[in-house]
């Protein structure tokens, strides 16, 4: 038994000594960043561009598409929140809120030149460097969209760096596509497919009607090669992941985000718990083969 | 690595040491109090305070270092009355640095906070707020002879005797203690106050080695730590026991709180005005209904069959995946404090019993 070896593993700090602190370096303490410009989205969807107000802050931070930052707002505590943004564009970022409960709903109210709170980049990003020279298809419903688009657009930026590019996009009614500038864009650019489907229709839609994982029948994929980005409800993921595999998409081709109860960030609050996971530093972002049950999404 | 002395002092030159470190640190030992409950007390007075080693503590360390409620910081809220614009700051009072000498801490707390330690300084981002706390504390420890009725460190390998961890271990040889130095503080201590030490001789060690022997066999719980482990891993937990074990958990947190490797904790904002109010950290635990809820409604814990799975697997699983031992230091608190019966020695027997029987995996 090797009781002695254990024990040391197990007591990283057996001599008593404790690294010293880079200085004020304090996890929970939030950032100032300013709010440059909202873009409504839709009725209950607002971007928000950012800007650090510490100047130095602002020039060393990076971040890459799939991380998320904690935003803070007077009274509301904290709340994850996916980059829309691409790094690829600096002099700030942005996060695209969906009103979902107290934080979110304030953050629809808030104003250019306003102050908020923000820490991060936090969490496992899309794994951009092996994505390169590979054909993608990013999956998209309602406000998963924007863990996407941060994606999307710095493959864009890279220019020959990645393949082509497919972008299958649901959403519940035509009004509540998020990013529609964007997606006009897209739809024009020879390098991208882009396909939408709502699930109802209204009288000047004349697009698809259907789930998304319709629209995965319509495109040409080649599983064995091909790398899938999806991001969603947990049901929306579910079906697309298990659609991507009748077609052919081996498990650690398909790239997902799982969505939790967040309360650090930084792997020690315990709320963001996933099986042997901690979603906050592990993920958000895994493969399909790091869950291996869907039903706990 | 530095040798371990070993040492003898006279049991009643206890307190004239303490008194002594009294002097530049902060002290904190077991003192019962008038309703007859034994728990770790700053000691302001130690002429006038009786030092409890004799019980074991119902609450472990861990609030000194992680406190139930702490402020991380206060916040501002201003408006420009210019632009109309809101402002927002974040100002930061970190708690004191006290150096600290803990005494008659057992085992099982000391092992507990080595795990403590690992959560919030080593394996993730350093936790500032814990260690402020943490820094500068001395610990004397006790092994413990005779182990008390819930207690299972033999199990999980955190006691009854410790070898590495503490600054100083005290066994208790009847009329004298053997000492025992274990990290540089501790050495260093007896080096400063070498007046009440001697080394110790064959005869010291032999009673020493003697007690500890005895101890191991005075365990009244036979607890199967290793052999739940190894269940969990190879899946063959029947799911009626989480289902059973999960509809008699009444939501109060107790197991969690009074346990000292439990270290989730919550981060809410509390308003003071208008103008303002204070970010706070208080514990939680993974039982409590609304741990994983998110907004929506949608929850990715099935609270009614499954909201107790996190605590033991955790301990018992995936620790013991990460760091090679489990994190239950086997202190039985948990034991003690539920009253539905919801406990660690309990699920244990639960699933080690389910797995003689060969049941089946899954339902
Ligand atoms: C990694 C990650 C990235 C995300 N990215 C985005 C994004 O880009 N855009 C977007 O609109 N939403 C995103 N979300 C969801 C968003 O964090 C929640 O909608 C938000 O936390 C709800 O907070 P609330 O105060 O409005 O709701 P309330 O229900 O009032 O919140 C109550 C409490 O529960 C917690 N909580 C509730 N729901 C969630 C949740 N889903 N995730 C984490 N904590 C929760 C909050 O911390 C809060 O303290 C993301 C979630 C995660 C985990
Ligand atoms: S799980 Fe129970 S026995 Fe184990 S350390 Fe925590 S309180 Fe003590
Ligand atoms: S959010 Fe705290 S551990 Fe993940």
Redesign the pocket.
């Known amino acids: 038994m090797m009781h002695k070896n254990d024990l040391r593993r197990f007591l990283q700090a057996d001599d008593g000594y404790v690294p010293p602190l880079v200085a004020d370096r304090n996890v929970y303490l939030p950032r100032r960043a300013r709010v440059r410009q909202v873009v409504r989205e839709n009725s209950l969807v607002r971007t928000l561009e950012l800007v650090f107000e510490d100047q130095i802050h602002s020039s060393d931070f990076t971040y890459l598409p799939g991380q998320?930052m904690m935003l803070s707002l007077p009274h509301?505590?904290?709340?994850?929140?996916?980059f829309?943004s691409s790094p690829t564009r600096p002099g700030g970022f942005s996060?695209?809120?969906?009103k979902?409960?107290?934080?979110?709903?304030a953050a629809q109210e808030l104003r250019p030149g306003d102050m908020v709170g923000v820490r991060g980049p936090y969490?496992r990003p899309f794994p951009m460097a092996d994505l390169r020279g590979r054909n993608l298809v990013f999956v998209a419903g309602g406000?998963g969209m924007?863990?996407l688009r941060s994606a999307i657009l710095y493959c864009l930026d890279k220019g020959d760096e990645y393949g082509h590019i497919t972008v299958l996009y649901g959403s519940k009614t035509p009004g509540e596509f998020c990013f529609m500038p964007d997606l006009t864009a897209w739809r024009q650019d020879e390098r991208l497919t882009c396909l939408l489907t709502v699930d109802e229709g209204d009288d000047d839609w004349q697009g698809r009607v259907g789930l998304v994982t319709g629209l995965l029948d319509e495109v040409e994929m080649d599983g064995g090669r091909d790398r899938a980005l999806v991001c969603g409800p947990g049901v929306m993921i579910r079906f697309v992941l298990e659609r991507l595999a009748a077609l052919g998409f081996q498990e650690d081709n398909m790239i997902t985000?799982l969505?939790?109860?967040?309360?650090c960030g930084v792997g020690i609050c315990g709320h963001c718990h996933f099986e042997n996971k901690m979603?906050c530093t592990d993920g958000?972002v895994f493969t399909r083969s790091e869950l291996p049950d869907l039903r706990k999404l | 690595m530095m040798m371990n002395k070993n040492l003898v002092m006279n049991k009643d030159y206890l307190v004239p040491l303490l008194r002594k470190l009294a002097k530049t640190h902060r002290l904190v030992a077991p003192v019962r109090n008038e309703y007859g409950d034994t728990l770790f007390t700053i000691i302001t007075d130690l002429d006038r305070t009786e030092i409890d080693l004799d019980h074991q503590p119902q609450a472990s360390l861990k609030p000194y270092f992680f406190p139930q409620t702490d402020t991380l910081c206060r916040y501002v809220i201003d408006c420009d009355p210019a632009t109309g614009a809101m402002d927002y700051s974040f100002h930061v009072q970190l708690p004191q640095n006290r150096p600290t000498v803990y005494v008659g801490v057992r085992s099982c707390d000391m092992f507990a906070v080595m795990y403590t330690d690992m959560v919030f300084l080593h394996e993730h981002e350093r936790d500032v707020y814990y260690k402020q706390r943490r820094d500068n504390a001395i610990f004397i420890t006790i092994a413990c002879n005779t182990p008390f009725d819930n207690c299972f460190c033999n199990a999980t390998r955190s006691g009854p005797f410790l070898e590495s961890g503490f600054d100083l271990q005290l066994t208790d040889l009847g009329d004298r203690w053997f000492v025992e130095t274990g990290r540089a503080r501790g050495a260093g201590l007896t080096e400063d106050w070498a007046c009440f030490f001697r080394p110790a001789d064959e005869a010291d060690k032999r009673a020493q080695f003697q007690a500890e022997l005895e101890a191991r066999g005075r365990f009244k719980q036979l607890v199967h730590v290793d052999l739940a482990s190894k269940l969990l891993a190879e899946d063959k937990v029947p799911e009626s026991i989480f289902r059973d074990l999960s509809s008699r958990c009444q939501d109060c947190g107790g197991c969690a709180f009074i346990c000292p490797t439990c270290t989730c904790f919550n981060i809410t904002d509390q308003p003071r005005d208008e103008a303002g109010g204070e970010r706070v950290r208080s514990w939680d635990a993974c039982t409590f209904s609304g741990f994983t809820a998110?907004?929506g409604g949608h929850n990715s814990v099935d609270v009614e069959t499954g909201r107790i799975r996190r605590r033991f697997l955790h301990k018992l699983q995936y620790d013991v995946d990460r760091h090679g031992r489990p994190s239950c230091v086997g202190c039985g608190r948990c034991v003690g404090m539920c009253f539905g019966g919801v406990d660690m020695i309990r699920f244990i027997s639960m699933i080690s019993e389910a797995g003689e029987n060969g049941a089946e995996a899954g339902e």
């Open positions: 998320f509301c505590g904290e709340a994850p929140i996916s829309s996060l695209s809120i969906r979902a409960g107290k934080l979110t709903t969490g406000i924007a863990p985000t969505e939790r109860h967040m309360k979603v958000p | 998110m907004a």
